[in-house]
């Protein structure tokens, strides 16, 4: 979901992530946003929602609420009647403030759990909700709307009922997250579970009004339905995939469900419609290889489902992730033989494409994900919903990397989408093609170095991919030629490019980031992804920031009422890159706002550890006595907690694991010099080593988080990283790095045999690294970082890779972010990063802010 959410924040005409409502010129908000508030009548707006309030109301904290559901075409309707009915009652209520807002949350992606709510209606009590749902049911009754999956439904919609918070509020749960709640009987705060499924607390009575709704919901089945669903393979806002069997004959089967109204694609079409075009393209297909079997399309109570056989096989995506060589130089004859099975599964896939086709069926959506690979390596197309039998349609959608250019149609959709393969499964890095030609020569000359391939193949993918569109870069973006990057991603070169992009007319952001910097409170100027990382960065590589842009920071964190607290997301960042650009007192402000506040966490990404060591720097800067209580009372609750409890699974490494409280506690020995942090810190980093995947036995446990190192420690041994375990990975916010950091920060106060094994192999890693972004956090710039702070250039060839990510803006370098989308200059996906890592191969400094 991640990448859906960047996508949304890539508006046309900018090369820059910017927010999705940037086109003001086309607002889209229902009329009744506008509309005069009535007299007394209060209305608050929001990114999403509007609510109106009668005068004098206070809501209760919790109790039934009644969700209204919409689809687009009878939306403002529906919300007119709401609004004609509830107001005169003084009932609050809110509601989806436009049409663009209630498509996302029906939309194909859309959160299952929100899907379908349109209209929140609060009433004060049973009574109000009884009344309320009887006379708006009837108003309503018959208009069309998504099933509201968390919610029991009244009648036949289209009103929901269920039980949960009016007003916001949070707790924290007992590893440390900050999650939405209600009170419990006896008075205390559980977590208010927003399940795709109508579960109240079990001591939430249900209203009398209710109990015929519920009775009617439980004896809903799916009559005449001869398939069981025995295990959940993949959700979408449109419906499920389940593995499941015919009850008369055991076969197992695919069953493809889809949910009406809901999942909507940009063409307006609902789930039911894909399913039943999915359906007819499947009957064409028959008795092809390439294709799976087609049982039947069956309706199973409300929802509708296609019918296939079941096809053993993974997608071609996670075989892609498995096979892939991570350094193809290092092994030759792994790589020759992976060389020969891509060339065979592309040759396969060809064929298939080829007869698909001759059936006069034209995928539409070609892409590593819906394409299944047999045990015998054969492969099946699967997901054929936006397939079609028009040669001159155009493509509905795409996965990104494999949108063929405007102007394609039908055959050349798909041919263009096989070109695509024929790059991606050897370097997964196709949106760097919509940067324009030189991109995909680039990518051509890259893979051709690596792997033994066929003199024609290069030729192929040209063939594949001609013509050529004009280069769709972004305005302002382009291709610099090859060979071109040594000279022009220098520090100086790379810290003026990023000057080039500064607006600080804008008050949400000065410095063009990632798209999460429209996503948090004041994202725009956190040090992840806003202004403060890009100024921490231009100051360690010995620029003059100028006084205005430290200003804006100033000027963004005191606006801020919102602010979260964290190093990399909130005021402790900010904070700090304010005191190294000299303004002591703005930032000793925001760092006693921070104590003031509740950590979501003990992480060091946004939660107590980082937030410690932010307060430890401003203690060793300016003595500040309360900064270094704030840090040691942190360690001291890190160490606690973390004996107290194991880690939850999949949080391990330097921003979510144990390693961020870790470096926390080797900062506080620094401090104090008393090696019970040392004892401590080592504790936190064994639980760490073990998470990442490293075993007793020195070797690796392919299943991360299950490792068998002891709070102990591994035992010293021979064996190393796997190649592709999930710790070698030379990644700051998802691998290996981050805790490898740590690391060697210890052992500089401790030898340990234990551990050096460890930062050996990451070490290998990164040096061995192909990373497929540029920035800090996942890509080129933690890669090169890492290996300066642990004794080692940057080879040649892992300098080389920077280039693969560079494009030019108003004639000065720039870098790509997330997933080679949009470009970026923030510290965690951009330029920023950058200019760190190349200090840390060799003209400046090469460390993390407040290391």
Known sequence: MDILRHLAHCPPGTPFFDRDDADSTAPDDYPAVSAPVPEGWSL?????????????????????????????????????????????????????????????????????????????????????????????????????????????????????????????????TATGETVHCIEDPDGNLVPDKRLPAFRPPEWATLPACLEEALRDRNSGTLEDFPYRAEKALHFSNGGGVYRGSDLRTGEPVLLREARPHSGIDTHGNDAVARLEH????????????????????????????????????????????????????????????????????????????????????????????????????????????????????????????????????GPDIDRYALGCLRVALFAPLTTLMGWGPHKVEQLIAHIAARYPLPEDWGDRVRADLTPLAPSPTPTGASVPPQGASAPASGVTAVAEGIEATATPDRADRLFPGDATQFLLPGGGANLAYGTAGVLWALAESGRDVPEAHADWLERSAAATADALPGLWTGLSGTAG???????????????????????????????????????????????????????????????????????????????????????????????????????????LLATDVSALGWTADGGTDSAAGTGSATGTGPTAGTGGWAPNAPGS???????????????????????????????????????????????????????????????????????????????????????????????????????????????????????????
């Not at 009647?81 to 009652?89: D, G, H, M, S």
């Not at 790589?335 to 001759?358: F, Q």
């Open 44 to 172: 608050h707006t929001g990114p999403d929602w509007a609510m109106l309030t009668p005068p004098d109301h206070r809501l209760p904290p919790q109790g039934w609420k009644i969700h209204v559901s919409a689809v687009a075409s009878n939306a403002e309707e529906i919300l007119e009647r709401c609004r004609a009915y509830l107001v005169p009652q003084g009932i609050a209520f809110k509601f989806i403030r436009s049409r663009k807002v209630l498509l996302r949350r029906n939309g194909k992606y859309g959160d299952r759990s929100a899907s379908g709510k349109f209209v929140t209606v609060y009433p004060r009590d049973e009574e109000v909700l009884a009344r309320v749902l009887d006379e708006l049911g009837t108003l309503l009754d018959g208009e069309a709307g998504p099933y509201i999956l968390s919610d029991l439904r009244w009648r036949s919609g289209p009103l929901y009922v269920r039980y949960g918070g009016f007003v916001a509020r949070t707790m924290k």
């Open 278 to 409: 999915e359906h007819a393209c499947l009957e064409k297909l028959s008795g092809l290889r390439w294709f799976p079997r087609l049982i039947e399309a069956r309706k199973g109570h409300e929802h509708h489902f296609l019918v296939r056989e079941f096809v053993e096989g993974d997608t071609l995506a996670a075989a892609l992730t498995r096979r892939l060589p991570q350094a193809p130089e290092a092994d030759p004859e792994r790589t020759a033989a992976y060389t020969r099975w891509a060339l065979d599964v592309l040759a396969d896939i060809e064929r298939g494409v080829t007869a698909m086709h001759g059936r006069g069926v034209f995928f539409g959506d070609l892409h590593p994900g819906n394409v299944l690979v047999r045990p015998d390596d054969t492969v099946v197309f699967i997901d054929l919903e936006t397939a079609t039998t028009d040669p001159d349609t155009a493509q509905i959608h795409a996965a990104p990397g494999f949108g063929a250019p405007a102007g394609h149609r």
């Open 577 to 683: 890159a304010l005191l190294r650009l000299g303004r002591t007192d703005a930032a000793a402000g925001l760092f006693a706002r921070v104590r003031a506040m509740d950590p979501p966490n003990d992480s060091y990404f946004d939660g107590l550890a980082g937030i410690a060591l932010a307060q430890l720097h401003l203690a060793r800067a300016t003595g500040d006595e309360d900064a270094l209580k704030y840090a040691t009372a942190a360690g001291e609750q890190l160490t606690a907690r973390a004996a107290a409890a194991p880690p939850r699974r999949g949080q391990s490494g330097l921003m979510r694991g144990r390693s961020g409280g870790a470096r926390l506690l080797l900062a506080l020995y620094g401090q104090t010099a008393d090696t019970a942090w040392l004892d401590a810190a080592r504790e």
């Open 729 to 851: 990975r030379p990644l700051l916010a998802a691998g290996g790095a981050g805790t490898a950091l740590v690391l060697a920060d210890y052992l500089e106060h401790r030898e340990d045999p234990h551990f050096r094994p460890v930062v050996e192999s990451v070490r290998a890693a990164a040096r061995e690294a192909m990373p497929r972004t540029a920035g800090l956090f996942h890509g080129w710039a933690g890669a090169a970082l890492t290996l300066r702070r642990l004794g080692e250039e940057p080879p040649p060839r892992l300098l080389d890779v920077l280039d693969l990510y560079r494009v030019e803006y108003a004639g000065r370098p720039a870098f790509l972010g997330h997933e080679n989308l949009r470009l970026s200059t923030d510290l965690a996906t951009g330029g920023a990063g950058v200019l760190l890592a190349l200090g840390a191969a060799g003209e400046g400094p090469a460390a993390l802010p407040f290391w």
